[in-house]
């Protein structure tokens, strides 16, 4: 009877009374938060380079991003005692919807107490890998609907063709250090600020491979600071350091060339994109004790998580998409 009665505890995390068997720890509360949340953030490689616009709790679901438009040069000289017509703002306003994401998985009584494996704990865990890759994916896809793109040009015999559709790839169209530099300067002509010393490149496991044998590619543990990196980073190149994700885009059919998958390696200047929840509403986990609900009989019991998110693209000219093959395009699925 004691250990059921301690299974059952440790099942527990919020309830929405405070009669009797309802007394939880906060120490198990803390625990299993703050598990779920270290589960999920590893995977949020897209989210870490946009710049974080909070809304206030019952501020509404909609955020409204403003940008001012650079002012022309001045140069036409000044007449002497006569003032100039002066200028004027012009601010555009680009505004996103924060929604709502969530899954839960149900637990019998019978599993609790028979089963050998503690199941809070591995849906904790399966639940933190989900959470992470969901609120991921939502930022990966509104930041690879970007409309400045290079493709990765097609190679036979040495001699370059230039490539202007996704569908026009090939096999040859790989990824390359010319690319990235191509990308990079392209950022640099835009006046597009680096993350801290350099820009930032999102780059699938399959494309670095085709990239990191080149011999302007450096280690990331072989850095001057190698303690200051980001999660997930593996080297750089020039002034672009890269993060890799196996949750960077993969397309495969429709759009794509015959067989093949194609890869998106973004490069990201400062201030490129935003990234917004509500607040008080960020990445929470839920777990129910058993008998919550309709259950007269305490059969179940179960552990979710929810989210509020919105991502948002700000400035076009701060990112630039590489969409090339890889070696393994032919057995890569898309994502």
Known sequence: MNDILDLQRFAVQTTTTKGSGNDLTPEMKTYYEKRLIDLAEPRLVHDQFGDKYPIPQNGGKIIEFR?????????????????????SLNVTAVTAEVKQY???????DLLQIAAIDNNVVQCTKLLGAQAGRTLDTITREILN???????????????????TSR?????????????????????????????DDSFVAIIHPFAAYDLMRCEEWI????????????????????NVRFVKSTEAKIWKGSGCPSGLAVFSTLVLGASAY?????????????????????????????????ATRAAKRLVEEYMVRIESCSAYSSTAEAN
């Open 67 to 87: 940008k001012y438009s650079p002012l022309a040069k001045a140069l036409t000289p000044l007449t002497e005692g006569v003032t100039p017509s002066g200028n």
């Open 102 to 108: 969530g899954d839960y998985i149900q637990l019998s």
């Open 145 to 163: 609907g970007g409309t400045n793109v290079i493709y990765a040009p097609k190679v036979v015999e040495g001699k370059e063709t230039a490539v």
């Open 167 to 195: 569908a026009n790839l090939d096999a040859t169209s790989l990824l390359t250090v010319d690319l990235i530099f191509k990308a990079a300067a392209t950022l640099e002509s835009m006046n597009a600020a680096p993350i």
């Open 219 to 238: 280690d990331a543990h072989k850095y001057a600071n190698p303690e200051n990196i980001y999660a997930g980073e593996i080297g750089k190149i020039g």
């Open 274 to 306: 935003g990234v917004t929840e509500i607040t008080g509403g960020g990445l929470q986990h839920i777990v129910k004790q058993l008998g919550y609900g309709e259950d007269p009989l305490n059969q179940r019991s179960s552990c979710g998580w929810k």
